[in-house]
């Protein structure tokens, strides 16, 4: 009799680690893997234009971003918080006016999607 509930607390103890095992590698494959920050990343950096003739000057269609700040000839903004997860990039940022959120995905070290708050997105390139 002790045998038998010995080896039937094995084979439920076993269930119960394989259950839970399991569920946790399912938590862990549906978790995301987002890092929060208060700095935009690197490679989001620099001056981004709508394009290349927006690359030659100052206005509405170039894009000016560092590590705290997102700025053109109508936005100056200073980045609160950034969520990043993988190739993306979501900021939030403060103006006089409001504050706004910028997603950016990037498409490769050239080229980057935006939406600038409630914008439609637009596709950006950087400017050399």
């Keep these: 009799?002790?045998?038998?509930s010995a080896i039937g607390?094995?084979?439920v103890l076993a269930v119960a680690l394989f259950s839970g095992s399991a569920m946790q590698n399912?938590?862990?494959?549906?978790?995301?893997d987002v890092r929060s920050s208060h700095v935009i990343p690197v490679n989001f950096?620099?001056?981004w234009a709508e394009s290349p003739a927006a690359c030659l000057s100052h206005n509405d269609r170039r894009y000016e971003i560092s590590a705290i700040h997102f700025g053109s000839a109508s936005i100056d903004a200073k980045v609160?918080?950034?969520q990043i997860e993988g190739d993306t990039a979501l900021a939030k940022a403060q103006m006089e006016a409001g504050?706004?959120?910028?997603?950016?995905?990037?498409?490769?070290?050239?080229?980057m999607r935006a939406r600038i708050g409630e914008r439609d997105p637009v596709d950006l390139m950087m400017c050399r």
């Design 80 to 82: 609160r918080s950034v």
């Design 26 to 32: 399912q938590v862990d494959a549906a978790s995301p």
């Design 99 to 111: 504050d706004f959120t910028l997603a950016m995905t990037l498409v490769d070290g050239n080229e």
């Design 45 to 47: 950096r620099g001056i």
């Design 1 to 4: 009799m002790i045998r038998h």
């Design 9 to 11: 607390y094995v084979a």
